[in-house]
Each structure stands twice: as C-alpha cells, then as structure tokens.
C-alpha cells in the first residue's frame, strides 16, 4: 500500500510539473503564438529528432549486447532493448533516477545475465556515459567558450555547479567500480530497493545469493581492466549514445525554421544545460529540466518559440520515453500472463 502510495505520488508530481509549465507558458507569452508556433513545426526534423531518439535506445542497448557477448553471455536483441527500456521508464519515475539500473540488473537476471555480470555491465554503461558526457561537454565548453559567455548571461553559476556535482559522481562511479569493499554494499541497496518496489518478495535469500556473486563481480572487473579494447569499445558507444541523446534539441530548433546557431552551440548548450540540470532529486529531474531550458535557451529561441519548443523537446526525452517503458512493462506483463496460463499444471 505504501509502495502503490509513492507510485501515484510520483506520477501525479509529473502530471503537476507539467501543467505547471503549461501554466507558466501560457501566462508568460503569446498563446496563439506558441499555438500556431507548434503547429508549423516541420515534419521531416521532428522526424531527425525522432531518429536521435532511436539511436539513444539502439546504441545503449548494442552496449549491453556487447558487454554480455565479451563474458559469453549472449543476449537477444530483444532482451537488450527491453532492460534499455525498462531501465529508462525506472530511471524516469523514480528521484533522481535511483530505480533504473537495479531494475536493469534484475532485467537482465530473467535474461540468463548473472547479477555480478549484470551489475558491471550497467555500470560500464552508466560510467561510459558519465564519462562521454563529461568529456564532450568539457570540449564543447572551451570550443563555444565565447558565444556561451555572451549568450548565458546570469547562468554561469549554476553551469559550475552542475559540472562540480557531475565530476564529483563520476568519481564516486569510478570508486564503486575500482574499489571491491564498496560492491556488496551497493549489491544491498539494489536489492532492498527492489523489496521496497515489491518485484523481489525474499529480500534476505536473495541478498544472501548476491553477496555469493559478489567475487564473481570482482573477476569481471579485474578481466574489465586488463582489457582496455574493451573499455575503447564501451566509451565509444557511450559517445554515440550521448551524441544521438544531445542532438535531439537541435532537430527541433531546425524544426521550427530557425538555422542561425550552429550545431556545436546547440549541442554545448545543450550538455551544460543536462550537467545542471540532472542533479535535482526529482523523477526525471522535472522541474529542474523545465526551469534550465528557459534559462539557457531564452537566448536562442525566440521568444514565440521557446514554450513549444520545451514542450517538443521534453516529450522526446521524457515523456515519449515514460510512454514507450510503460507499453513495453504491460506487454510484458500480458505476455507473460498469457504464458503462464497456457502453462500446464
């Protein structure tokens, strides 16, 4: 009953998050403007846009594939889009994305993935990506350091915040990978939160079980670091990852007939934005992304743009994937309904 409590909670926070932006946009601007805005967006970039999205997925769950494949530990392609998918709809509903990677690793359970293989291929893939965004929005920042100055004016505090945040838990990520004493608490929380979500109904035989993978995991790592193709191999495809994620908002900007910035500045921009941004302990960061867009981008869209392009932006990076998770959850739950009932007795 608690669980379910918290479940409705979150979702009526989205729901109230989101007219809250309605609200705010339409008190704060032209409505027909934004209105007919909206409707003049041009298909074949909101189709670019989508196209990125679909990277995002296709990429992390190829990461997956791969990882599993190097420890002969084959997964369908299937199988790795579903725990992408789920992992994502987890990430989105629970603060500050707390419920995507135990859900990916017990996802990954049901695949044949032991835990401890499960576990650091989430994590090289949670790490991968840190790193890759770090790194480009690093790059991008020295390389728009000029026009970033005069554009965001006021907004240079919260960037060195947010990249502070960022750094300090890539370190912590890097200390759970490399440090062994710090795994089998980790592998504690995973599961107590998953008692706490009621998918796992035995929390003390299945801790007892993990902690008995917990060496397992460490042989993965110590094989991990003697490979460092196969670290090349993970940070490249966290780099496609972040690029498919990032160049998102930049389809949408062409998509409402505006070409004046270049896709560079978009895309700096656009990870400093999700550096400062991501570090709220909301579900999917609401709030925090919605009041970042406008402080960053209120100088690159024009005014009559800006509201519907924070409502296109956030329905592909958040809302359509809230929606794909939730198909993919109840058809899982159909199928396997349906399985067990043909199942004979």
């Known amino acids: 009953m608690k669980n379910s409590a918290k479940r409705v909670g979150s979702i009526l926070y989205l729901l109230f998050t989101l007219a809250l932006v309605v609200v705010l946009g339409t008190a704060t601007g032209d409505v027909w403007g934004a209105w007919h805005a909206l409707l003049r967006v041009q298909p074949q970039w909101l189709l670019a846009a989508l196209g990125c999205w679909s990277g995002f997925i296709l990429f992390r769950a190829a990461a997956l594939m791969f990882y599993c494949g190097q420890q002969n530990r084959p997964l369908t392609f299937f199988g790795a889009m579903r725990v992408t998918i789920i992992g994502q709809y987890y990430s989105g509903v629970t603060p500050a994305a707390t419920g995507g990677q135990p859900m990916q690793v017990y996802e990954l359970t049901r695949c044949s993935i032991s835990p401890s293989i499960g576990t650091v291929a989430v994590l090289v893939e949670t790490f991968g990506f840190q790193i890759a965004h770090m790194l480009l929005a690093t790059i991008l920042w020295i390389l728009y350091r000029a026009p970033i100055r005069r554009l965001l004016v006021g907004v240079h505090w919260v960037m060195v915040l947010g990249y502070a945040a960022n750094m300090l838990w890539s370190a912590l990520l890097a200390l759970i990978f490399l440090k062994s004493g710090s795994v089998g608490g980790v592998l504690d929380k995973c599961v107590r939160l998953l008692a706490r979500l009621r998918i796992v109904r035995d929390p003390e035989r299945i801790t007892s079980r993990v902690r008995t993978h917990a060496e397992d995991f460490h042989q993965v790592v110590r094989l991990l670091l003697k490979r460092p193709a196969l670290m090349v191999a993970a940070l490249l495809f966290s780099t496609a990852q972040a690029l498919s994620y990032f160049s998102i908002l930049y389809f949408i900007y062409r998509g409402f007939g505006w070409d004046a910035r270049p896709y560079g500045l978009i895309l700096a921009i656009q990870t400093l934005m999700h550096l400062s941004a991501s570090i709220a302990p909301t579900p999917g960061a609401s709030g925090a992304q919605e009041g970042a867009f406008y402080l960053f981008f209120r100088w690159i869209f024009p005014e009559r743009s800006l509201f519907p392009a924070l ?28 399985r067990r009932r043909r199942s004979p007795r």
């Open 311 to 338: 409502l296109v932006w956030r329905f592909f990076t958040y809302y359509f994937m809230l929606l794909v998770g939730a198909v993919t959850i109840a058809f899982g739950v159909l199928t396997g309904s349906g």
